[in-house]
Structure formats: C-alpha cells, structure tokens
T-cell receptor, first 113, second 112 residues
Framework: DQQVKQNSPSLSVQEGRISILNCDYT??????FLWYKKYPAEGPTFLIS?????DKNEDGRFTVFLNKSAKHLSLHIVPSQPGDSAVYFC????????????FGGGTRLMVKP | EAGVAQSPRYKIIEKRQSVAFWCNPI?????LYWYQQILGQGPKLLIQ????????DSQLPKDRFSAERLKGVDSTLKIQPAKLEDSAVYLC??????????FGPGTRLTVL
C-alpha cells in the first residue's frame, strides 16, 4: 500500500517556465512534508518542507503548496533552470524530526534550454 | 562540514553470497537511518537508530538483513544470503533536530 504517490514519473519543461510536481498521500497522520532532489550517483538532498499547519511555504524559486483536505501537495519551481533537471521525491512524516520518512516514487524533471 | 560517508560505492555479488555496507554519519548526529531504493521507486526505510538503539526496524527483512550501530556512531548493514531482488541502492542518512536529515551517496548493489 503506497501511502505517498507521485503519479507522474517524468515531466519536461522549457527553461524559464514553471515546473509543477504533484504528490498525493493517504495517511491522515502525516504532519510534515518534504521535497528532496536527487542527481544521479548522489544521495537525495533536502529542498523544502511544509508543516500541516500551513498551506504554503516559499524559498526563492521553490514553493510548496499543501491541500490537507485533498491530501495533496505540489512543488512549484519558477523560473525553471536546466540545473533543476533531477529526480524529485516527495516525502511525508508524522513529525518534523525526520523520523520514518515515507517517500513517493519520484518524478524525473527535465528542463530544456 | 563533512557529509554522510558510505562505502563501498558499488558492489556486485552473486546470489546467496553475503555483503556488508558501512556508514559514517555526520558528526554529532544521534539518529541514523538505512534506506533501500529499488530502481524506479522511492527510498524505503529499513531501520532507524537513535544513538546505538533501534527505534524502528519494522521493514527490515530480518531473516537475511541485519544492522548494527556499535558505540552509536558508525553503522553496518549486512545481507546474508543475498537474493536477486536485493539489487538496489542502499542509502544511509543521519539527522539531528537542528540540522534535519542528510543522505549519503549510497551503495549500489547488484546481485547476479
């Protein structure tokens, strides 16, 4: 039973445009959500997070939106850059300490120059 | 600041053989995690340590997988005997309340 799902395995976007990556979850106990970025042959690196008490968190070009009633979150990257090309993982936890993160399957983003 | 170190980076073995992976977390991080990432999937938590104690190992296949964190610093993950379906990247991560979770580069295991 996949508790965190990323239904789009890949996404292709033109440089300068907006990238929108989506994530759905089923466990209503999840209280903290994170996005990780992964380049080949490297471990995932933390990008941005959001607590369930918020519906939006922004950090530079990256914004995460949370819709608790729909159990849906999304990551917006504006403007997209070729260096953003990577696999993006959505993750969820029952606390904000990083305990027992549950990851989605990932979305491969390709930003074309 | 040094990151999470893992070795080896790559390992190829035949099924039924044994293999061990090593992880050195970020200095001062009390919590250490081992994740398994099968190709095309997200990382799945195998075991979480707090210092040298196990917090959660509910998804660790204990008939063949074992992990230890003696002295609460370095950790090893062992598979004995390996199966074809164990082919994956094994990621170690460490965390502290102040820093958050940091991942190592992973060990890519191929079981033939």
């Amino acid at each position: 039973d996949q508790q965190v799902k990323q239904n789009s395995p890949s996404l292709s976007v033109q440089e300068g445009r907006i990238s929108i990556l989506n994530c759905d979850y089923t466990n209503s106990m999840f209280d903290y959500f994170l996005w990780y970025k992964k380049y080949p042959a490297e471990g995932p690196t933390f990008l941005i997070s959001i607590s369930s008490i918020k519906d939006k968190n922004e950090d530079g070009r990256f914004t995460v939106f949370l819709n608790k009633s729909a159990k849906h979150l999304s990551l917006h990257i504006v403007p997209s850059q070729p260096g953003d090309s990577a696999v993006y993982f959505c993750a969820a936890s029952v606390d904000n300490a990083g305990n027992m993160l549950t990851f989605g399957g990932g979305t491969r983003l390709m930003v074309k120059p | 600041e040094a990151g999470v170190a893992q070795s080896p980076r790559y390992k190829i073995i035949e099924k039924r053989q044994s293999v061990a992976f090593w992880c050195n977390p970020i200095s001062g991080h009390a919590t250490l995690y081992w994740y398994q990432q099968i190709l095309g999937q997200g990382p799945k938590l195998l075991i979480q340590f707090q210092n040298n104690g196990v917090v959660d190992d509910s998804q660790l296949p204990k008939d063949r997988f074992s992990a230890e964190r003696l002295k609460g610093v370095d950790s090893t993950l062992k598979i004995q005997p390996a199966k074809l379906e164990d082919s994956a990247v094994y990621l170690c991560a460490s965390s502290s309340p102040r820093d958050g979770v940091f991942f190592g580069p992973g060990t890519r295991l191929t079981v033939l």
